[in-house]
């Protein structure tokens, strides 16, 4: 079982940057590949960008790509999102995600993570 916890959320002005942050508890975290969804108001989850279990590999969706960088540290169960450039159209509901893949590095599908956070709010306005 994996707890996960956001914070660093809240409001920016566009062209502005935020970084967003997931505290887990539970056993193994280590072993879990690590993502971030979003999800805007009358829109289906997204898929922001994932980190395997060692940080070794990254992935992201083209819409953040060059923008957005997840990283984590294993020492303290976090994972984060730095978000530079922000656009209104990142705005969103965050959600941390992980999910036990041992056989892939990295996992895109929301079907594919076990453990969600609770989402913490994004707004990109001036």
Request: hydrophobic share 35%; charged share 15%.
């Given at each position: 079982?994996?707890?996960?916890?956001?914070?660093?959320?809240?409001?920016?002005?566009?062209?502005?940057?935020?970084?967003?942050?997931?505290?887990?508890?539970?056993?193994?975290?280590?072993?879990?590949c690590?993502?971030?969804?979003?999800?805007?108001?009358?829109?289906?989850?997204?898929?922001?960008?994932?980190?395997?279990?060692?940080?070794?590999?990254?992935?992201?969706?083209?819409?953040v790509?060059?923008?957005?960088t997840?990283s984590?540290?294993?020492?303290?169960?976090?994972?984060d999102l730095?978000?530079?450039?922000l656009?209104?159209?990142?705005?969103?509901?965050?959600?941390c995600?992980a999910?036990?893949?041992?056989?892939?590095?990295?996992?895109t599908?929301?079907?594919?993570?076990?453990?969600?956070?609770q989402?913490?709010?994004?707004?990109v306005s001036s």
């Amino acid at each position: 079982q994996v707890q996960l916890v956001e914070s660093g959320g809240g409001l920016v002005q566009p062209g502005g940057s935020l970084r967003l942050s997931c505290a887990a508890s539970g056993r193994a975290f280590s072993t879990y590949c690590m993502a971030w969804f979003r999800q805007a108001p009358g829109k289906e989850r997204e898929f922001v960008g994932a980190i395997s279990w060692s940080g070794a590999t990254t992935f992201y969706s083209d819409s953040v790509k060059g923008r957005f960088t997840i990283s984590r540290d294993n020492a303290k169960n976090t994972v984060d999102l730095q978000m530079n450039s922000l656009k209104p159209e990142d705005t969103a509901v965050y959600y941390c995600a992980a999910a036990f893949v041992p056989q892939v590095s990295i996992a895109t599908l929301a079907t594919d993570y076990d453990y969600w956070g609770q989402g913490i709010q994004v707004t990109v306005s001036s």
